[in-house]
């Protein structure tokens, strides 16, 4: 059974800086590409960062030059550092994977406030 499992959300003030990780059970993310997206009250889902196999990258442009997504095969995790945190990043970040089918994580609560 494929899972993905967040953490390292949490309360942080403005300027702040959290990672979070997601890592994968039941499979293998070596050969696909990775996403984190996020959700704020009363707005839609919306893609944050995605790193592909062979590791390029995309974000977003309200996180463009703040976030930076990573991968650790052997660890079968995906991270995302965010730097310079601010008030309209707090959201709950979920981590997506697309292989056939759609799996998502629980997701982190991520608040940013001073």
């Known amino acids: 059974q494929v899972q993905l499992v967040e953490s390292g959300g949490g309360s942080v003030q403005p300027g702040g800086s959290l990672r979070l990780s997601c890592t994968a059970s039941?499979?293998?993310?070596?050969?696909?590409?990775l996403s984190w997206y996020r959700q704020a009250p009363g707005k839609q889902r919306e893609l944050v960062s995605t790193?592909?196999?062979?590791?390029?990258?995309h974000y977003s442009e309200a996180v463009q030059g703040r976030f930076t997504i990573s991968r650790d095969n052997a660890l079968n995790t995906v991270y995302l550092q965010m730097n310079n945190l601010k008030g309209e990043d707090t959201a709950v970040y979920y981590c997506?994977?697309?292989?056939?089918?759609?799996?998502w994580g629980q997701g982190t609560q991520v608040t940013v406030a001073s």
């Open positions: 997506h994977m697309l292989v056939g089918i759609e799996y």
């Open positions: 039941g499979f293998d993310i070596n050969g696909f590409g």
């Open positions: 790193i592909t196999s062979g590791g390029i990258t």
